[in-house]
């Protein structure tokens, strides 16, 4: 008898979780905290997978710095290719092994993988995708997601109100990736002419698919539009490509360009003389390089990645998303489950991460941190700040 109750205590005392694991929480131990992450680290995205290198950066820096709560941060980085299949393939892989997820990027694979996060019960920290799959999501499933990410239809909105009030524009075409990311920009560009009657006109609209490269025929018939501004709603590399293309049949209109193509790197991928004067807009949640708190923290990404010089813009929106986390993970406190964490964002009011961009607000009723934008111009190899940030309602 004796016997069998050590024989009982042992295997009691071997079954028994470790003390921190949260009552069996997945991805969570005494010591770690585990966050996934699926980007396009190859494929025609491949450029936008630097934010998840960008929050992979910040992660390692807040574990030199102790972790959160004891806990340091385990990042799961994984490739999707900007494939939607692909990046629910890594999402159904990492279940059970993730706290939470960080950085989702690209409105289809959003679209795609939206129901796995209340399904699964792992809460969602930032996704870069078109925030209107969300507006009118289920508020139970809702509640395990937090977004910070302008919306395309009310950026398009404000460049084409932009270039007819302050452009001259007269005739507007839209050059756009053929999927709801692309089609939600011509959409803001259409809502915009028609609230400025007599303003300007729409001119030809010219879609593409991801796949594409050879856009020269797509170049000939934009020119043939005559538009005298265009406006670009495509990947860092379609955009580029289009204004090279362009230039070879000697059209250059005035461009304006989503946040997307924001990045200085497109100086590079474009050429100094077809990039320059280009009209940027960027994102209200994150900052750009040459904004001082922006520098600051790109010097410190740069230390934890040297892959991220050169990248600095689209490493800093990254990086955000994994400072939203951790911000979360202190509110939550030591004792860390789903609903602590969703407590813990819910907490963020009027904050700003590391000083950057505009300030961020979550709620048990709203889940939309910060809709907002900033007009830049590609001037000498950098994009400057040419406006304040417009702050646009919140959608969810």
Known sequence: MKGSRIWILAVCLLLAPAYGVAQGVP???DTEVTIGITNPLSGPAALWGTTGVGAKAWADYINDKGGVHGRKINVILRDDGYNPSRALANLTEMKGNVFAVAALLGTAIVNTTKDFFAENKVPLITAYGDIR????YPKDKLRWVFVSYPDYADEAEFLTGYAVKNLGAKKISVF????DY????LEGVKLAISKLPGGASLGVTIPYDVTERALATHAQKLKEGGADVLLLYTSPSHGPLILKEMAKFDYRPKVLATFTLGDPIMYKLAGADVWEGVYPATPANSGIPGDP??????EILKKYDPKIVGKEYLALFGAVSMMYTVEGLKNAGRNLTPEAMINGMEMIKNWKPEGLGAPVTFGPDRRHGVNGSRLSRAEKGTHVPISDYVIYKPRF
């Open 27 to 29: 991805g969570v131990t």
């Open 133 to 136: 799959i969300w507006e009118k």
């Open 176 to 179: 756009y990736q053929n999927d």
């Open 182 to 185: 692309g089609k939600m920009g």
């Open 293 to 298: 708190a922006a520098d600051k923290v790109i």
